[in-house]
């Protein structure tokens, strides 16, 4: 559906594409899930034949939740000049995902380049490709807790006890040229002292 005619979405937040300025050069499509392979088979079918890029979006708080967000160009099937191209079709398409049950057909088998994007949107956002060939996390480590690009997601990352946080701020808290104080300065003249072998109080260690 063109941009100007999305309807807006039930909760806190707007469908996004009902607000967004028109693209001149660009078709906007919102499809529901269990209509995107239809849809990107027949825009494949038109002309779209290269996947530019395929990513994701998280708006917490409207549902459907996340946007699946698939961007199509069209290639001319015999070599063409600029001339005889003229301006060529861009396409996006938007797929809602619900927070309850995250996930979409993958369409690797109709562009292998989507293999790796899935992938990342899988291990940041925690959304499913069914039929996906290797669908396993790609940037974070395999034991990783959660989705580091969802909205709700603890700014410090999950707890973990192995790595308390400090009880003093770090150096790269203090600003340049100011003097640690208070805690920070306590903390660090005991550690200096540690290194020379001195009492806290500055006294050579008997």
């Not at 961007?71 to 301006?87: F, N, Q, T």
């Not at 088998?109 to 996906?132: Q, T």
């Amino acid at each position: 559906m063109p941009s100007s005619q999305a309807p807006s979405i039930a909760g806190s937040a707007l469908d996004p594409s009902a607000v967004r300025p028109d693209i001149a050069d660009a078709e906007i499509f919102r499809v529901a899930p269990a209509e995107l392979r239809a849809k990107l088979l027949l825009l494949r079918a038109e002309g779209c034949s290269l996947l530019l890029d395929v990513g994701a979006v998280d708006y917490l708080g409207r549902e459907p939740r996340y946007d699946v967000v698939y961007h199509l160009l069209a290639l001319p099937a015999k070599p063409s000049s600029v001339a005889e191209i003229g301006v060529p079709r861009r396409v996006r398409v938007l797929a809602g995902v619900p927070a309850e049950a995250p996930m979409l057909p993958t369409v690797c088998d109709l562009w292998p380049s989507a293999n790796w994007a899935e992938r990342e949107i899988y291990d940041l956002f925690g959304i499913s490709f069914e039929g996906h060939p290797d669908l396993r996390r790609i940037q974070m480590p395999e034991g990783w807790e959660g989705h580091p690009l969802r909205k709700d997601y603890p700014l410090r990352g999950p707890a973990r006890e192995a790595t308390p946080r400090p009880a003093f701020a770090s150096k790269s808290n203090v600003p340049a040229g100011t003097p640690p104080a208070g805690k920070v300065a306590a903390a660090l003249q005991k550690q200096i002292a540690r290194a020379r072998g001195q009492a806290p109080n500055g006294t050579e260690k008997t």
